[in-house]
């Protein structure tokens, strides 16, 4: 026992504890076929807190079965450094305080310093140190100094557990999820992103949860930049893709305009045989029908055929405005009356509204999106079909009151 501890204090005390990372990048994900392989050429073509009971527990509660592998040797460490040493310049050079509005400071703060310091000398001591300890650190942590003790001390904790204890599990999925939040609440994204390495040195877990966590972060900064960054850490570390990620990553396209974006990681998520939602099925459409691709239109609707049921308001009036923009104004009717026929009682107030933007905003949107000498055409063919598309409303029998008088000015306006 007494050569494990005089180990423990030799790793510690090494540099080579705190500088070995053990990054194994995974595979690319699969390809598509079929109908969805059709879907993706087309795509390429287009334009671009609960407290926890840590009382209760040891400290070594905090830690889930899951085995870190085979861990590598420094030769291998020399080797990683050389091959990704680009690529983690590149991406944290894009993160600063500033991203949170976190004011820069070369010091910790005293909490932070304070807590470090006594969870440190309790691991000198040779004992665990009591778990609230290190999730004060976490929730007091507020500038990047503070971010670095604590990761430094998570992974002095990592090693005296393997070297002492010979346990080589990581910290449970929760306490990884505030270590993920703490780091974008202090703006450090540079080491919020370390917690979705699939090895590391500190002991973390990664989840596709503290994933979304960052690309909500990523949502609320309007950056698409952060989530590209995301998005190649999670590639990189073969993290699963989730239907919930689409959502997050479709609306941050949609909002920031990037119709390019959103092409290009629509067609990963197809790749991977990932299960779209709703939402995302909404917002893929809804956008394609703003920029006037009315093949993506189909092609999308057709993928969503396959998982969804019932169209949505979004998913019916873009349907609509890909019929439009074909000059079949009869289609446009047919939708818009299934679509009234199927949405449920309370939302079918709605579609005097939907149709009410399709005429007074949408035209302009999409005339404006195409090349100069394409707009004249575009801007006849609207006037003249949208009053024939709801002429055919009214003569089947849904008649919704609209001001057509609204057209002509957008589409002018354009």
């Not at 989730?242 to 990681?265: E, M």
Request: aromatic content about 8%; hydrophobic content about 40%.
């Amino acid at each position: 026992m007494q050569a494990a501890a005089a180990r423990a204090r030799r790793v510690l005390a090494s540099p080579a504890a705190s500088g070995l990372p053990g990054i194994l990048w995974g595979p690319s994900l699969g390809s598509a076929s079929g109908a969805e392989g059709a879907l993706l050429l087309h795509l390429h073509g287009v334009p671009s807190p609960a407290s926890s009971p840590h009382h209760a527990r040891g400290f070594s509660s905090y830690f889930a079965p899951q085995s870190l592998g085979n861990f590598k040797l420094p030769a291998m460490a020399s080797q990683w450094l050389s091959e990704k040493s680009v690529h983690y310049q590149m991406i944290t050079s894009h993160f600063s305080t500033e991203a949170s509005g976190v004011e820069a400071t070369d010091h910790p703060t005293e909490a932070v310093e304070e807590m470090y310091q006594k969870m440190l000398k309790s691991v000198e001591a040779e004992t665990m140190p009591p778990n609230a300890w290190l999730w004060s650190m976490i929730s007091s942590c507020s500038n990047k100094e503070d971010i670095k003790l604590l990761f430094q001390i998570l992974q002095k904790l990592r090693v005296f557990r393997l070297s002492n204890l010979r346990i080589n599990a990581n910290f449970n999925d929760h306490l990884c999820m505030k270590v993920t939040e703490a780091c974008a609440r202090v703006g450090t994204l540079d080491y919020g992103l370390k917690a979705l390495w699939k090895h590391n040195v500190y002991g973390i877990t990664p989840t596709i949860g503290s994933a979304h966590y960052l690309l909500q972060h990523a949502k609320t900064l309007n950056d698409t930049k952060l989530m590209e960054n995301i998005m190649q850490v999670l590639r990189r570390n073969s993290l699963p893709l989730q239907p919930g990620t689409a959502d997050i990553v479709f609306s941050i396209c949609y909002n920031a305009d990037r119709w390019d974006l959103l092409s290009k990681h629509a067609d990963r998520f197809v790749k991977a045989g990932v299960k779209l939602h709703r939402t995302a099925f909404d917002i893929w459409m809804e956008f394609a029908a703003k920029v006037g691709d009315s093949q993506s239109i189909w092609n999308i609707n057709s993928l969503r055929g396959k998982s969804v049921k019932h169209y949505t308001l979004a998913t019916g009036f873009a349907c609509a405005k890909g019929s439009l923009l074909d000059r079949k104004p009869e289609n446009a009717a047919a939708m818009i009356k299934l679509l009234y026929k199927h949405l449920p009682d309370q939302k079918k107030p709605f579609v005097k509204d939907e149709l009410e933007k399709l005429i007074a905003e949408w035209p302009a949107e999409v005339i404006k999106r195409q090349k100069k000498d394409d707009r004249k055409a575009m801007e006849e063919a609207l006037v003249k079909d949208i009053p024939t598309m709801i002429d055919c409303l009214t003569k089947s029998g849904l008649d919704i009151p609209v001001d057509l008088e609204k057209l002509t000015p957008q589409v002018q306006a354009a």
